[in-house]
Structure formats: structure tokens, C-alpha cells
């Protein structure tokens, strides 16, 4: 008998949009280290190896089983010499001394809390760590000039690395839709990104907006964004126009990753009125209390190390937090406190008191003292009172009723939809590799915009993914098996 060779006898494609990769699969640990070794390199700007690792990691997602032993990893594709190696000193040692060494330095702890920001790039980030700057309240206090977007991205930094939750998803997708219809009847709007391919938390939420009748979806945009902001849901907004027509970029060179379609990357203010309610007073804190929401925080996944701020929302793996979307900034929750709805956290010894890192910057308050003063925690069991409590906020103004979501908006010509939806559903990797499938092996060039057949010299068209991979001569893979 030989189960080490299992795995070698099942023959696994190469490219990840030819496999099924489900959102939950059998080997995390060893995709946890490659991923971390993946944005190491992404951060160092070697996209290269970046992607070397992340289809090492894709691979190991897509196996209907755990790999036990290094054995039985021979025959699959995709594993590099670096990866292999990363692989076989986790299976043997449990851990990985690179990934040890990567996760402790300075370094690499400074770039994932720096590029945390919204709108700060792996460029800046770098600069900045040369400076000295290795947390935002480094750059806050560095008096760096900031643009626009990464003003925002310090004043709502603890709230935008907070996991957004599905029902946040859907009830931000509730205002888009309302939006959308006051200034555009008839329009449909699709959840696209990680939510599509099931995902139960994400960094933002993204939609993509169209309309049946061709040519109704130009100029829309701007519209969405002025009624957004006349009902005070946007703190934050970029709106790019469509750039596909004048663009000079033919079917013969390629189109880059970044599409050309009317977007806007947007900050939202979500209003946590309605979970707030039951919990107004904020004062609840009876020993025994049933959680009522059946939001748990599942035993044994609490708090544990003060650098995962679980929101307790079916999270259920602990996968959903992503590595670089956890709170980073050091803040110390003690091991085995419970947060949960409408409790205090308990420790037994009166009201625990926790100082803030960053300077104060909800605009409803004036506190702009770089040192405030500790806050006493209030009720943190909904979602509401956790970001005001993480925020630190003035007493005065109590608990705040409402959070700060990324949101991404995308809009497409009817007859783009397929393509666009295809291109905005992710994951990033599995885009990748459509692109590096329809170039190398069917000499075809895929955007988020169209599909041009380099041999037959013209454009296919295809009004639904399932038509896309069939030109494409790949297996339909749905949404949820996108997760490479
Ligand atoms: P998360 O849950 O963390 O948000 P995600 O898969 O939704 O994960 P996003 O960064 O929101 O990740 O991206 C969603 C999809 O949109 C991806 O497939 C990505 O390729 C695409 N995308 C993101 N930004 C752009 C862009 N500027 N131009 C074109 N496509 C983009
Ligand atoms: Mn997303
Ligand atoms: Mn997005």
C-alpha cells in the first residue's frame, strides 16, 4: 500500500482557471505561509516571484485532500524549487523558518501596516520606512503632506481593516441600488468581487452597474456619486471617467490589468443603526445573556493574540482574515477576553480602559491631541461599538452608529457585461491566469472589456461567463471555485 502517492496519480492542470478552487480547502497552514512569502515579494515590488508563490498556493487550495507528506506532492505542476522547499519545512517542522523571519521583521510588519492604508502603495510604503515611518501613527506624526485618498485611508485606518461583513454587503448594496434606480431606472447592479465567490468577509465591496439598453449607462456615474453624497453616504469618493474609446489600446497589445470602465473607488459611511438598536444604552452586561444575533464568536476562535480583531460574524476558519487586513497597529486585546453581543469585556476586576494609537480623527468630535486619553471600554458586542471602541472615541459623543466600508463601483456598456463581470469576480490570480491561458495556449486576448482571437483577427462575443470559457475551450468554472 502506498497513500503517500495518492495525490501523483490524480492529474491536476496547470493553469488555476482550469481547476476548481473552493473557498475552503484542506491545506491552509501551508497556503497561510506561502501567501505571507507571496506578499513579501509583492511588497519588495518582485511581482514575479509574488506570483510564483501565490500559484504554489492556489495549487495546494484546489487538492481534495490534505498533503501530509512531501511524497505526494511529485508529478504536480505549479510547485517551483523555493515553494517545494517552504512546503516540505512546514509538513516536517511546522513551520517555516523563512516565513518565521518574514513575519517578525520590521520590515515586513512596517510594509503590511503602511500599505494598510488606503491608498498607499508598496512604493511609498518603502519611502516612507526608510524615513523612519513604520506605523500610521508614525506617518501621522511625521506631518507627511498626504493626498486625498490616504487622508482618508489614516482617518478611517482601524475601520477599513476591519473585515467587512456579508450583511454589510448587502445592506451597502441596498443604498447602490437605491442610488442607482433614482438616477437610472432600469439599471442592474451585480455584487461582484470576493462576496460573489462566497466569500462571508472582505477588505471592500465591490458592484457593477449596467442597463439593457445600450448607451443609458454613459455619464452615469457622476449622477450615482451625487446622490450618494446629497444623502451623506460617501466619506470619501474617486470617480474615473471611460476611458475604453479613446484609448489607443488595440486588440494587439494587450490590455493591461487596469480596465478603462466609468469607476469609482469610494469610502462609505454605513449607518449600524438598526444591529445597534437592541444594545442603544450600551449598557447591557448581564452574565448569561444569550447572544441573540447568532453572531457567535466561536469558542477557541476569540481574541487570541491581540492582532486578529474578529468582528464574531460567521467567521469561521479564521481564513477569512486575511493576512495584512488584521489589525496591525499592535493594540493589545489579552488573550481569552470573549467580545461578545452584549457583554462588557470581562475580566472580572471593573472596566478595562485601552489607549488608542491613533490621534482622535472622527470629524463629529474635536479631540486632535496627539495623546488622548485612555477610553473606558464601553459594550463592544456589536460591530458598531467595536469600531467607536477601536477608534477610541470621546465620551462625549458616545458610541458612534455608523462605520466607514470601501466600496468599489464599476459601470459597463451592456455589451461588455459578460466580460466585465468575469474580469471584477476575482480572484486576482484566477484573472491572471485566464489572461495567461487565452494568450499562450489560444493566442487570445482577454480584458474585462472584450475577447479578440489574435488568429480569426476579430472579436467573440459573449453575453454570459459560461460563453466566455467555452471560447476560451476551458470547463465553466462557477464564481465559488474562483478562490484560487
Ligand atoms: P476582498 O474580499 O479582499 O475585497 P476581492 O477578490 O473582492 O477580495 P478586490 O481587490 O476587491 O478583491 O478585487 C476584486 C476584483 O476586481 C479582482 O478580480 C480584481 O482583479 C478586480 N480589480 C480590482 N481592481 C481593479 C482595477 N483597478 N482594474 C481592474 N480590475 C480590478
Ligand atoms: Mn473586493
Ligand atoms: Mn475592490
Request: overall charge negative.
Given at each position: 500500500e502506498k497513500p503517500g502517492l495518492e495525490l501523483a496519480v490524480v492529474s491536476v492542470p496547470s493553469?488555476?482557471?482550469?481547476r476548481h478552487t473552493p473557498l475552503?480547502?484542506?491545506n491552509i497552514t501551508l497556503t497561510d505561509a506561502l501567501s505571507i512569502l507571496a506578499d513579501n515579494a509583492e511588497l519588495g515590488e518582485n511581482e514575479g516571484r509574488g506570483v510564483a508563490f501565490r500559484r504554489a498556493a492556489a495549487l495546494l487550495k484546489s487538492l481534495p485532500q490534505e498533503v501530509?507528506?512531501?511524497?505526494?506532492?511529485?508529478?504536480?505542476?505549479?510547485?517551483?524549487e523555493h515553494s517545494l522547499r517552504v512546503i516540505k519545512e512546514v509538513l516536517e517542522d511546522g513551520v517555516s523558518h523563512e516565513v518565521e523571519t518574514t513575519t517578525h521583521s520590521e520590515q515586513f510588519k512596517a510594509m503590511k501596516a503602511l500599505t494598510g492604508?488606503?491608498?498607499?502603495g508598496a512604493k511609498t510604503a518603502d519611502r516612507w520606512f526608510r524615513e523612519g515611518i513604520h506605523t500610521p501613527s508614525d506617518l501621522q506624526r511625521s506631518g507627511h503632506t498626504l493626498n486625498r485618498a490616504q487622508r482618508a485611508g489614516l482617518q478611517y485606518y482601524d475601520e477599513l481593516n476591519l473585515p467587512v461583513t456579508k450583511s454589510e454587503a448587502v445592506a451597502i448594496g441596498q443604498i447602490v441600488e437605491s442610488a442607482v434606480h433614482a438616477v437610472l431606472p432600469g439599471a442592474e447592479i451585480t455584487l461582484i468581487g470576493g462576496f460573489r465567490r462566497?466569500?462571508?468577509?472582505?477588505?471592500d465591496v465591490d458592484f457593477l452597474i449596467t442597463h439593457p439598453?445600450?448607451?443609458?449607462?454613459?455619464?452615469?456615474m457622476p449622477k450615482v456619486v451625487s446622490w450618494l453624497e446629497a444623502q451623506g453616504f460617501l466619506l470619501y469618493q474617486k470617480t474615473t471617467g471611460n476611458s475604453y474609446l479613446e484609448?489607443?489600446?488595440?486588440?494587439?497589445r494587450p490590455a493591461s490589468n487596469?480596465?478603462?470602465?466609468?469607476r469609482c473607488f469610494s469610502i462609505f459611511r454605513l449607518s449600524t443603526d438598526n444591529e445597534g438598536r437592541e444594545n442603544q444604552t450600551g449598557r447591557e452586561n448581564q452574565t448569561?445573556?444569550?447572544?441573540?444575533?447568532?453572531r457567535e464568536i466561536q469558542t477557541g476562535r476569540?481574541?487570541?493574540?491581540?492582532?486578529e480583531i474578529q468582528?464574531?460574524?460567521?467567521?469561521?476558519?479564521?481564513?477569512?482574515?486575511q493576512t495584512g487586513r488584521e489589525?496591525?497597529?499592535?493594540r493589545e486585546i489579552q488573550t481569552g477576553r470573549e467580545i461578545q453581543?452584549?457583554?462588557?469585556?470581562?475580566?472580572?476586576?471593573g472596566p478595562q480602559t485601552y489607549s488608542p494609537t491613533?490621534?482622535?480623527?472622527?470629524?463629529?468630535?474635536?479631540?486632535?491631541?496627539?495623546?488622548?486619553?485612555p477610553q473606558t471600554l464601553v459594550v463592544v458586542g456589536d460591530h458598531a461599538q467595536k469600531v467607536s471602541w477601536v477608534l477610541g472615541h470621546s465620551q462625549c459623543s458616545g458610541p458612534r452608529s455608523w462605520r466607514a466600508v470601501r466600496v468599489d463601483l464599476v459601470v459597463s456598456p451592456y455589451s461588455q457585461f459578460a466580460f466585465a463581470l468575469l474580469g471584477w469576480t476575482g480572484s486576482k490570480l484566477f484573472e491572471r491566469e485566464l489572461r495567461r491561458w487565452a494568450v499562450h495556449e489560444k493566442a487570445m486576448t482577454l480584458s474585462s472589456h472584450a475577447l479578440y482571437d489574435r488568429k480569426r483577427t476579430q472579436y467573440l462575443r459573449a453575453s454570459s461567463e459560461e460563453e466566455i470559457f467555452a471560447h476560451l475551450g476551458l470547463e465553466y468554472i462557477p464564481p465559488c471555485d474562483r478562490n484560487a
Open positions: 493553469y488555476a482557471c482550469q475552503l480547502h484542506h501530509r507528506g512531501a511524497e505526494q506532492l511529485r508529478g504536480l505542476p505549479c510547485l517551483g492604508i488606503f491608498g498607499v462566497g466569500k462571508q468577509t472582505g477588505h439598453d445600450e448607451g443609458r449607462e454613459e455619464g452615469l484609448s489607443k489600446e488595440g486588440p494587439a487596469m480596465d478603462r470602465f466609468e448569561g445573556r444569550e447572544n441573540q444575533t447568532g476569540e481574541i487570541q493574540t491581540g492582532r468582528t464574531g460574524r460567521e467567521i469561521q476558519t479564521g481564513r477569512e482574515i489589525i496591525q497597529t499592535g453581543k452584549g457583554r462588557e469585556i470581562q475580566t472580572g476586576d491613533l490621534t482622535n480623527t472622527d470629524p463629529h468630535t474635536h479631540s486632535d491631541s496627539p495623546h488622548p486619553l
